[in-house]
């Protein structure tokens, strides 16, 4: 009997083992066949290459220059790099030229004049060309930086040549050609702007030598002397030149930087056949809408004389610019040498080619008729341009948000076809909060890493290497937004908010993070496009591709039950975004590499590892847009993530611990930049008394970190912050930009000078009550080439006229509360004493308390007046990573 029953137990313990293999073969057949709904991390890799490959083919166009031409087998009427060098080592041997200087003003002029004779002998007989010197006086107000400040000139100097064929008889329209040989000090200026102006003696050369025919109308050919001090130089030929009214267009040739492509980052206003030119001439075409929307919003701090041309001379033109490199613009650094002979050819054959075409373009005799509407631009890689009507892009917008709209409504309603493979309304719902939770995570994310950096007191550390900002900022945003996908899925199956599915039916979150993707993309391209932003293009390209590719492609080439199912789902997503990732790393790039200089001159009060964290985390989205709805179905993300962070601990640990400085003085160069003034300060009463007297050097850093890094210097142990005690600060800033760089440091000591004979001398000629009961006064100023005149009304008065300019003036809340106005003045090498006069409206019955203050702040910034054996002796302390414009200056203080 016992041996029955264990035969029957053997029995069905056989049995039941074969039912649990049966069972357990079935299931592992069930997932085998789901295996390659699966994304594998191979497939992960392959991805990674993939946007690799992708933003390497975006990047690899801004690093391509021509081939430089030389004399040697050239044909003369061709632009040719070799001869443009040779006008470039010219101009900069002549070495710093700032306005008022001997160097400036007689001989770069002298020299650009026996260039343009040596190429008028050598022109042929069909072409006119004439030369001309300007040296003229004014003042405008100018809106800089969202603030107005008074512009005052004297005897500055400007050349103009005037090239037309002679049969040209309508000489009352002409192309204008503007540059600036004038520099900042204790620079050369080789990129900024000497270059622009060995490439229009070049292009003026070329032309000259060129067949009948070759140009319609006349080129103005202006070679600026005074830009650097506040555009004056353009505002003196656009107002008062005889051939300021005959222009029709002109290209601006400017520089933010040294060498490689120049760009054009502003056109027109209107007049799209500007572009058009532009994009159907230039040989090598580098031009984006999105740069001019960027230039014009005051991002950027610095201006153009394009400015100057179309708002006090009413011209359309092509502002064009060297952008790379930004880290030597206005150093010591900025030599010819640095710049490449084929950055020189290509711009070189790009403004020729646009000039000619200008000249003769039937639009340029015909201007009135052009004014029809913006144009979106942008090229292409470099290697072609597109161009669209405002109004074209906006429809193509629209017709992409409709039909966006409409798949996702379609996709939702039809789910019930194939449930469980379809994303529901909840699923989608889920999948848009969690989109927009993970990029709001991960913004907060390394906002917050930039503030531990930003109090740690390492920020820039990617300033010298800009390729660390990613590893810094963009990893740790891309780890969060994984996270975010990853943990709320979780969670919403947890508590039963979405269902419990298989891990190959995974696909069912893919498909609702696409949908969710495209309608949070539509909803940014309507905004967008409502608002009139023309770079709204970019973000167009992240709706049409993907629209097209998951709305046709997924379903021809998708089947659920197909081996290949991950490969072709992986092959659809890169094909959605291959176009779009292009077009925006390449624009990122240009960011990238125009913006991270820019932060080594953007002022104290910004904190830059803000800045940058925001960039990085919005370039990670941008690039990893739809892409993301693919770690739903890796394998092993969670391994992914981890990684991202092991590299985002490490990237924030170079940084905070200081191995990543941000300054270099050789390769790569990017120095720190630091305004330094040896100066001294009186301050008078109302009766003309000395009430206050000291005098010191004074530091104003451009850059968030301050003069901080500095510190351990053995001059500089009792320096300390400056405080406001005066008009605009009781310092004499070069610029009106107090706001953006309020941290300066002051360091007591000797006076500059040993007689007050060098002093600024001010003088009040008379005081009278005008018909209107305002009270004039009529001053005198005797001074250096440069000065600014800070007018602070005491509270109850106002300043509301002048002779400074023809606007009214307009002034800025000073740190006192009351109003200040800030007027920049320069003169040339030759000038008589600076006479105006100032009116107020007097409403104060103090009048111990006088009516305003009146300061003059002067500039030594050449010549045996511009430096000290003490500035010199801290200079020699500094390292090698530290530029200065180190100069004299006087800052004095009278009560009117």
């Known amino acids: 009997m016992a041996s029955i029953l264990r035969k029957r137990g053997f029995g069905e313990e056989q049995s039941r083992k074969k039912d649990f293999e049966d069972k357990h073969e079935q299931l592992k057949l069930k997932t085998d066949t789901c295996d390659h709904h699966f994304i594998s991390l191979r497939e992960v890799s392959f991805i990674l ?38 006008y470039l080592n010219g101009i900069t041997e002549i070495g710093v030229r700032t306005v008022g200087s001997y160097r400036n003003d007689v001989l770069t002029v002298n020299y650009i004049l026996k260039q343009i004779y040596s190429i008028i002998a050598y022109a042929h007989v069909h072409y006119q060309i004439h030369v001309d010197i300007q040296t003229a006086s004014g003042g405008f107000m100018l809106h800089f930086l969202h603030k107005d400040f008074g512009v005052v000139y004297e005897n500055i100097t400007n050349i103009i040549v005037h090239l037309h064929p002679k049969s040209t008889k309508e000489l009352d329209k002409n192309i204008l050609l503007n540059c600036h040989f004038d520099t900042q000090p204790r620079t050369e200026g080789a990129s900024d702007d000497a270059v622009s102006c060995a490439i229009m003696l070049e292009t003026m050369r070329a032309i000259s030598r060129s067949p009948p025919r070759t140009i319609k109308q006349g080129i103005v050919f202006l070679f600026n002397g005074a830009e650097e001090s506040v555009l004056q130089g353009s505002h003196a030929f656009v107002t008062q030149h005889k051939l300021a009214s005959t222009i029709k267009a002109f290209i601006n040739l400017e520089a933010a930087g040294s060498g490689g492509r120049e760009i054009v980052f502003q ?14 001439n230039a040989k090598y075409p580098f031009a984006s809408i999105m740069g001019q929307e960027i230039f014009q919003s005051g991002l950027i701090p610095s201006d153009t004389d394009f400015r100057i041309f179309r708002d006090y001379g009413g011209l359309v033109g092509i502002d064009i610019a060297y952008a790379s490199n930004g880290y030597v613009y206005h150093t010591r650094y900025d030599k010819a040498s640095i710049i490449p002979d084929g950055s020189i050819q290509r711009a070189g054959d790009n403004i020729l080619a646009v000039t000619k075409a200008l000249s003769k373009s039937p639009r340029l005799l015909h201007q009135d008729e052009s004014q029809e509407g913006k144009t979106v631009f942008f090229d292409f890689l470099g290697l072609y341009m597109v161009l669209l009507p405002q109004s074209v892009v ?10 966006s709209f409409v798949y996702i409504i379609i996709s939702l309603l039809t789910n019930k076809e194939n449930p469980g493979r379809k994303p529901t309304t909840l699923s989608f719902i889920i999948s848009l909060i969690t989109i927009i939770f993970s990029w709001t995570s991960a913004v907060l994310v390394v906002i917050i890493e930039a503030f531990v950096v930003t109090k740690s007191g390492k920020s820039l550390s990617w300033y010298s290497h800009p390729w660390f900002v990613l590893f810094l900022y963009g990893t ?24 419990r599915v298989k891990q190959a039916e995974n696909i069912v979150y893919e498909n609702s993070c696409v949908l969710a993707h495209l309608c949070i993309v539509a909803s940014l391209v309507a905004f967008m496009t409502y608002k009139g932003i023309l770079s709204t293009f970019l973000v167009t390209n992240y709706l049409a591709f993907p629209f097209f590719c998951h709305c046709i492609l997924r379903h021809f080439l998708l089947s659920y039950s197909d081996e290949f199912f991950s490969s072709k789902l992986i092959l659809i997503h890169i094909l959605s975004v291959a176009f779009p990732i292009i077009l925006a790393a390449y624009h990122l790039f240009s960011l990238f590499d125009v913006f991270v200089p820019i932060m080594g001159r953007q002022g104290t009060e910004i904190p830059p590892d803000v800045v940058f964290a925001i960039l990085s985390a919005f370039s990670v989205m941008i690039i990893t847009l739809y892409l993301s709805s693919l770690s739903y179905l890796v394998k092993r993300i969670s391994l992914v993530i981890q990684v991202l962070g092991v590299i985002s601990f490490i990237s924030l640990m170079l940084s905070i611990t200081g191995i990543m400085f941000p300054y270099s003085g050789n390769h790569p160069v990017s120095p720190k930049r630091i305004f330094m003034q040896h100066l001294t300060r009186t301050f008078h009463n109302k009766d003309g008394m000395v009430y206050k007297n000291d005098s010191g050097i004074w530091f104003a850093p451009l850059d968030y970190l301050g003069l ?19 008009p605009y600060c009781g310092y004499p800033y070069f610029y009106p930009i107090r706001k953006l760089v309020k941290q300066t440091w002051y360091l007591k000591g000797p006076a500059p000078f040993t007689s007050k004979r060098k002093l600024t001398a001010f003088r009040v000629v008379r005081q009278e009550t005008v018909e209107s009961g305002n009270v004039r006064f009529y001053l005198r100023v005797k001074g250096p080439d440069h000065m600014a005149l800070l007018i602070t009304s005491n509270k109850g008065n106002k300043l509301v006229d002048w002779s400074l300019a023809k606007e009214a003036p307009v002034g800025q809340e000073d740190y006192d509360g009351r109003i200040t106005h800030y007027t920049y003045f320069a003169h040339g090498f030759y000038a008589a004493p600076w006479d105006f006069w100032i009116e107020f409206e007097v409403n104060s019955d103090k009048d111990e308390e006088g009516i305003a203050d009146v300061a003059i702040a002067g500039h030594y910034l050449h ?10 002796k801290i200079l020699s302390e500094f ?4 530029v200065d414009a180190a100069f004299v200056s006087s800052y004095d203080v009278w009560r009117i």
């Open 49 to 86: 290459l993939c946007m690799i490959g992708l933003i390497a083919i975006a990047c690899l166009p801004h690093f391509y220059l021509p081939q430089p031409k030389t004399e040697k087998g050239s044909i003369e009427s061709e632009f040719i790099a070799e001869k443009a060098r040779q």
């Open 267 to 280: 056109t027109g206003p209107e007049n799209p056949w500007l572009i058009h030119s532009y994009a159907m």
């Open 394 to 403: 906006t429809g193509i917008a629209v017709i992409c948000v409709v039909l």
């Open 476 to 499: 740790p945003a891309l780890a969060t937004l994984l996270l975010i996908h990853l943990l709320i899925r979780k969670a919403a199956i947890h508590f039963g908010i979405l269902p």
């Open 708 to 726: 901080h890094p500095l510190m351990n210097l053995p001059s500089l142990k009792d320096v300390a912050r400056a405080e406001c005690d005066g």
């Open 863 to 872: 010549g045996p007046l511009s430096k000290t054996k003490w500035m010199g």
């Open 879 to 882: 390292p090698s990573w530290v």
